[in-house]
């Protein structure tokens, strides 16, 4: 079982709605994640983390967090073409602290 | 403006020439890791830094090199590069290995060894 899995995708949705990205992981002691995207070619960029159970909005966005379940989602609403992007889920090892990251969930926005 | 410094952004060369790819952030962080990421396999931590003077293997070591003499500064080298080590190739920081720093990426270093 890997330690952090996500859909490869790629997820199509059309603009304006919402797109519904998951993460689940392995260790039940992981305590920080975290949401990055990243652009072909580029590097990733951080775009929310989430410590806490529930939901976090910022903008368009919203993570959210069940630990019983072990996993971890993201929401973008009115999802616009320049969202079109790879995300990067990523949890933090309890015991390391090494940042873990999934394969990416590939997500595409048609206009 | 706060920042991670990778260069070169990119770099074709010969197997077995040494080369040194420099990482620098101007954020007073603790920590400093490099990964590289291929197709299909993600992300993956080469080696990782807590401190100046304190280096650690991650994942995929094998071949590479680091030093952390400055706590801005933590170069990657390629001894003898070989072709499995083209790759696309990111420096990160962060202002320490605790649980709720999120790592800040350079732009990257995209290697090509022929």
């Known amino acids: 079982q890997k330690e952090v899995e996500q859909n490869s995708g790629p997820l199509s949705v059309p603009e304006g709605a919402i797109a519904s990205l998951n993460c689940t992981y392995s260790?039940?002691?992981?305590?920080?994640f975290f949401w990055y995207r990243q652009y072909s070619g580029k590097s990733p960029e951080l775009i929310m983390s989430i410590y806490s159970n529930g939901d976090k909005e910022d903008g368009r966005f919203t993570a959210q967090l069940n630990k019983a379940s072990q996993y971890v989602s993201l929401l973008i609403r009115d999802s616009q073409p320049s969202d079109s992007a790879t995300y990067l889920c990523?949890?933090?090892?309890?015991?390391?602290?090494?940042?873990?990251f999934g394969q990416g969930t590939t997500l595409q926005v048609k206009p | 403006e706060a920042q991670v410094t990778q260069n070169p952004r990119y770099l074709i060369t010969v197997t077995g020439k040494k080369l040194t790819v420099t990482c620098s952030q101007n954020?007073?962080?603790?920590?400093m890791s490099w990964y590289r990421q291929d197709p299909g396999l993600g992300l993956r931590q080469i080696y990782y830094s807590m401190n100046v003077e304190v280096t650690d293997k991650g994942d995929v070591p094998e071949g590479y090199k680091v030093s952390r003499k400055e706590k801005r500064n933590f170069p990657l080298i390629l001894e003898s590069p070989s072709p499995n080590q083209t790759s696309l190739y990111f420096c990160?920081?962060?202002?320490?290995?605790?649980?709720?720093?999120?790592?800040?990426f350079g732009n990257g270093t995209r290697l090509t060894v022929t």
């Open positions: 954020m007073n962080h603790e920590y």
């Open positions: 990523a949890v933090k090892n309890p015991n390391t602290g090494k940042l873990i």
């Open positions: 260790d039940r002691g992981s305590q920080s």
């Open positions: 990160a920081s962060s202002l320490y290995q605790g649980d709720n720093s999120p790592l800040h």
